[in-house]
């Protein structure tokens, strides 16, 4: 497992496919969740270059895994990746949610296996609300399809017309959410869908304005819950070009899933305090924790970095402490009437017993002191070329 074998399967794969193949995996670890992000575009470009080094490439194809990420970033990477081909596929053979299927719809054909995953396309916002005096603020995250939907559920399902009754319902909404907010919403709002019928304009052979805009509306309005799982019937059905892997390409790119599953630790636990394997133990320290991966045949670029989990205490308000100083020379002896060679020992029984005395003291104020959370976060996160 790891960089050998995973460069032997998409070998394999492109021999298979008579493709080259480029993976873009974004790990959703708990604990360690990551999204698409536009500084990718970078590594992409670099393995791009690496693939037309000397003859130009008849057809990419492009295995995707993550759970979404920023909206800015689908349209650059499916431009650049056509660029640099005549025909560009997906592989999908997990998730590939939000921002994930925006890339989907870029491309001529999308090959899934029965597990893999589409999702809508409606994206998530958090706006920083107001909480009670002395709290913290309170983070509200909704869909920007949320806000139409509750406009469409005032005049279609509770059946109010009136435009003043519409106005004070409107104005309520406004009152829970910032005018910026709402200005927001509605960029965003237009933003997706003309990325969208961007992207599947960009189809070969293409396909029709109306097929284009009942997907669009498939994957945005008529969708309700973000989180929903968009199987290969139901994405076929939605008018989306949809091909089935068949036996040997279903079983690489799950083998190839397989060892990104392991390197990158998604089935690790999700409470943070079974990271601790004792009790004393007051931190966890992972170094290179693998958070996204951009890999060809040539070449592999990690996205890595130290994760560190610390325990939270709360400190009790007063401290008993009881310890023991073990350490002291017979009565009427004095350190400086001992041999050099004497003294040197006793300087270094008391550094030790002075390390014992500082762990104990730890110790118990950590026994007298109960956690209440733990600190985890990821420390100097950088893109690195394994090979």
């Known amino acids: ?30 604990l360690l969740k990551a ?17 037309n080094k000397n003859e130009p490439v008849e057809k990419i194809d492009f ?20 660029e640099y081909c005549k025909n560009f596929n997906v592989l999908i053979t997990s998730k590939a949610f939000s921002a994930t299927t925006l890339i989907s719809l870029g491309a001529d054909k999308i090959f899934m296996s029965p597990q893999g995953e589409l999702g809508p396309v409606d994206p998530q916002m958090t706006e920083q609300g107001k909480g009670p005096p002395g709290t ?13 939907s509750y406009v469409s559920f005032i005049k279609d399902k509770v059946g ?31 933003h997706i869908r003309t990325v969208a019928r961007k992207m599947l304009s960009l189809i070969k052979p293409a396909i029709s304005p109306t097929r284009i805009q009942e997907i669009i509306e498939a994957l945005t309005e008529r969708t309700y819950i973000h989180g929903h ?28 899933f397989l060892d990104y599953e392991n390197e990158m630790n998604l089935n690790s636990p999700a409470n943070p305090l079974a990271y601790f394997s004792n009790p004393d133990q007051e931190e966890y320290v992972e170094d290179n924790a693998v958070i996204a991966s951009i890999e060809s045949e040539a070449m592999c670029h990690q996205f890595v970095g130290p994760l560190v989990l610390k325990k939270v205490r709360q400190m009790p308000p007063q401290l008993n402490l009881n310890l023991n100083i073990p350490i002291q020379l017979p009565p009427g002896i004095l350190s400086a009437q001992l041999t050099p060679q004497l003294q040197q020992l006793l300087q270094q029984l008391q550094q030790q017993f002075a390390a014992q005395i500082s762990t104990m003291t730890t110790n118990q104020i950590n026994r007298m002191s109960p ?17």
Not at 371 to 387: F, M, P
């Open 371 to 387: 956690v209440i959370g733990v600190d985890v976060h990821i420390e100097k996160t950088v893109w690195k070329l394994i090979s």
């Open 229 to 256: 799982s968009i199987r290969r019937d139901e994405a076929r059905s939605m008018g989306l070009q949809i091909n089935n892997m068949d036996t040997k390409l279903e079983k690489l790119c799950w083998d190839l």
């Open 1 to 30: 497992m790891g960089r050998d074998e995973r460069k032997r399967i998409i070998q394999e794969i492109e021999n298979h496919r008579g493709s080259k193949v480029l993976v873009y995996f974004v790990g959703d670890r708990p």
């Open 160 to 190: 109010i017309t009136d435009q003043d009754a519409l106005a004070d319902l409107t104005k309520s909404l406004a009152d829970t959410l910032t005018p910026t907010t709402l200005g927001q919403v509605n960029r965003v709002h237009s």
């Open 63 to 82: 295995y995707l895994y993550s759970r979404g990420g920023s909206l800015e970033t689908p349209w650059p990477i499916v431009s650049i990746m056509r």
């Open 136 to 148: 913290s603020p309170i983070q509200r995250i909704f869909s920007t399809e949320d806000i139409s």
């Open 35 to 51: 999204q698409i992000a536009s500084d990718s575009i970078r590594w992409i470009y670099d393995h791009l270059k690496e693939f």
